[in-house]
């Protein structure tokens, strides 16, 4: 048996077209994820308009992506995004 997934949470603010880059990129990594047969967590959006703790914390940082535990701040680099899905899921699969 193994552990379920850890959620991909992208945090993130309607109009902000750096956050949309980050979707367009993180939908990118999880099809060739996908296609090459290594995990795929759910990606979870969520608006930090919405909840004033998380505009609070994210306000200056978006787009923020989290997974299982750690956080990438302004995440709009391929390679840093790649780099977080593989260390996270990949490095745990390894062990």
């Known amino acids: 048996m193994t552990d ?22 993180l939908d990118l990594l999880l099809a060739d994820r996908s296609a090459r047969g290594l995990p ?7 608006d930090i308009e919405s909840d004033e703790e998380l ?10 992506v989290s ?15 790649r780099r977080l899905l593989e260390d996270v899921l990949d490095g745990a699969a390894a062990r």
């Not at 795929?40 to 969520?46: I, N, S």
């Not at 505009?55 to 923020?64: C, G, M």
């Not at 535990?69 to 302004?74: K, P, S, V």
């Open 4 to 25: 379920p997934l850890p959620d991909l949470v992208l945090y993130r603010r309607p109009g902000c077209h750096l956050c949309d880059d980050a979707r367009a990129t």
């Open 67 to 81: 997974l299982g535990g750690r956080e990438l701040e302004l995440a709009t680099s391929p390679a840093r995004l």
């Open 55 to 64: 505009h609070r914390r994210y306000a200056f940082t978006i787009p923020v």
């Open 40 to 46: 795929v967590p759910a990606l979870v959006e969520r």
